[in-house]
């Protein structure tokens, strides 16, 4: 399978590289990674038409200056150099998250993650803040969803840490076939694996705790769903959005009578908690 990779330079970065990101992902772009001048945006070459970038206004706003590069990206290269790159992340002091070629850690919780092109090492301040939510969290016996699950990385520590029953979900293939890996790896017995989006929540049992580390766009459309399918007292761990959008998603929250409890802060990336 060979990607091509789009290497954007925006400016400001933000919010320009949140906007370039939902707009791409509109467009058929598959994985995301943000970079210190922006982010790099990777496709299917065969999903790839000339027209791609038709309809990602952000590209012709006076707002930003966008440029870019690109490069054909085969498979197995992607794979030698993520390998090259990717080192083993503590969190904690309690958890390790790394790839099956590192060796072995004598920490409570070893995950072992081949994450490919889904997003999710523990790499990202997001996902690691929402690891350390987890680790700090009473998971026994409970009912945990993770939306938008990238490599499942918290779907797997949360049945490590004692979760009876787990969902997660992607709307990506890819990544729920990484998922489906990563899941098998870790030999988890309590977590399935599903594709689609929050609309495949109003078929599933509720839940007492929600994981959802997206993008602030989506988790303000998907709020009330999310809300919905959360027992009484649950709890909603959020991620993926900026401390300037900490009041609209507690706003958000509140009106859908979740409580505010308290949030982490990484490189202005913020995790939140909430309870209903």
Known sequence: MIYLGYHFKVIPRQPGTEILIAELAEAGFESFVETEEGVTAYIQKEDWKEDIFHDVRVL???????????????????NEEWERNFDPIEVSDTCVVRAPFHREYSLPYEIVIEPKMSFGTGHHETTHMMLEYLLES???????LDMGCGTAVLAILAEMRGADAIDAIDIDEWCVENSEENVARNACKNLQVFLGDSRLLKQKN???IIIANINR???????????YSLKKE??????GFYLEDLSLI???CNKLQMQYVDNKVRNNWIAAKFVN
């Open 60 to 78: 012709r706003s006076d707002e930003f200056e966008i440029n870019y590069s690109s490069e054909v990206i085969d498979q197995v290269n992607w």
């Open 138 to 144: 009473d998971l026994e016996g409970k009912t945990v």
């Open 206 to 208: 509720k839940y007492d």
């Open 217 to 227: 766009n989506i988790l303000l459309n998907d709020m009330p769903v999310y809300t």
């Open 234 to 239: 649950g709890i909603l761990l959020l991620s």
């Open 250 to 252: 507690t706003e958000t």
